[in-house]
């Protein structure tokens, strides 16, 4: 499968949680930042606390726990903000929901290219 390259900004590092605790980012640093990002694009442990809390687990979108065992994700610190680049072969929506659930809205996609 094709693989896309997502150049991602965290602009408040600080700010860059999720609305739930047990599936926000706990890193404080640009590597740790990668580490759960990387993480959560290549195993099924994300979905799986996440669909743990919804009312009726059995009602979570099936294609949201799509994993690729081989995506990577850079992070970098620069100034007061962290760069992550993420490499996936993983669909944009399943992409977007790890990180809505890792860092709420407090990111930025900056560009997107094939991998």
């Known amino acids: 499968m094709a693989k896309t ?17 047990r599936l926000a980012f706990c890193s404080t640093t640009a590597v740790g930042f990668a580490e759960e990002f990387q ?6 442990s994300l979905f799986t606390r996440w669909q743990a809390t919804l009312e009726d ?14 995506a990577t994700v850079i992070g970098t610190q620069t100034d007061l903000h ?6 996936t072969s993983l669909p944009s929506a399943v992409f977007k929901h790890r ?7 407090h990111w930025q996609l900056r560009d997107v290219t094939a991998g």
């Open 99 to 105: 990180l809505r659930l890792l860092a709420g809205s």
């Open 82 to 87: 962290v760069d992550l680049l993420a490499t």
């Open 39 to 44: 993480s959560a694009l290549r195993t099924a």
């Open 5 to 21: 390259r997502y150049y991602l900004r965290l602009p408040e590092p600080t700010l860059a949680r999720g609305s739930d605790p």
């Open 57 to 70: 687990p059995d009602d979570a979108d099936a294609s949201l726990a799509a994993i690729d065992p081989d």
